[in-house]
Each structure stands twice: as C-alpha cells, then as structure tokens.
C-alpha cells in the first residue's frame, strides 16, 4: 500500500524557516521523482517544487525560487522542503506526491497524505 507521511509544519513568523519532511513507502522510491504541492483555503492545489529520482535536477515554481530547496534522502525513502524567509502567502497545507514523467511537467500520481499545515504570521 502506498503511503505518504508528511511532516515538519508550524506556526512561524514572516521571515521564519520551517523544514519538511515526506516519508513514503509502497513503491520503489528512488526510481520515482517526487514533488512538493500546496494548498491555501479557498484555492487550487499548487505545485511547489519537484526533484529528480536521483536528486540531480530540482524544479520550483516562481513564487519559491531562491527561498525554498528540495532534497531527498533515497535511503531513507524520504524527501525534505526546506522553507526559508517564509511570507504569509506561504501559509498552505502542503503535500508531496510521486511524480509521473519529467519534473518539468510535475504531474503527481497516486494518492494524496494528510498533508501539513504551514502558517506564516506578519
């Protein structure tokens, strides 16, 4: 069964860093390239930043780049987005996904976790 845990959301300040962390499990994780997702009340799930199966080639949308790298750890089946200078407009549930195809197309697969809450405050 796949399964994807995410982690490491909170209440921080404009400005602030918060890190998190997906686990996932039921496939094959470092043959898949992951994604980051976001979404705020009241609008669409966003795309948020995508990174190879190898970790060699990492894709933002405009509103992340410069503040926001994505990692992973395939030894652990896990993948991190590391937030800094964290805007109110960042606030959003945020989800990983397995990605289908090349990461410049991010199109995620499968279901969805739980996701986790980020609040930035002014």
């Known amino acids: 069964q796949v399964q994807l845990v995410e982690s490491g959301g909170g209440l921080v300040q404009a400005g602030g860093s918060l890190r998190l962390s997906c686990a996932a499990s039921?496939?094959?994780?470092?043959?898949?390239?992951m994604g980051w997702f976001r979404q705020a009340p009241g609008e669409e799930r966003e795309f948020v930043a995508a990174?190879?199966?190898?970790?060699?080639?990492?894709v933002f949308a405009d509103s992340v780049k410069g503040r926001f790298t994505i990692s992973r750890d395939n030894a652990k089946n896990t993948v991190y987005l590391q937030m800094n200078s964290l805007k109110p407009e960042d606030t959003a549930v945020y989800y990983c996904?397995?990605?289908?195809?090349?990461?410049?197309?991010?199109?995620?697969?499968?279901?969805w976790g739980q996701g986790t809450q980020v609040t930035v405050s002014s």
């Open positions: 990174i190879s199966a190898r970790g060699r080639d990492t």
């Open positions: 996904a397995f990605l289908l195809g090349p990461i410049a197309t991010h199109v995620p697969f499968g279901s």
């Open positions: 039921g496939r094959t994780f470092s043959t898949y390239a």
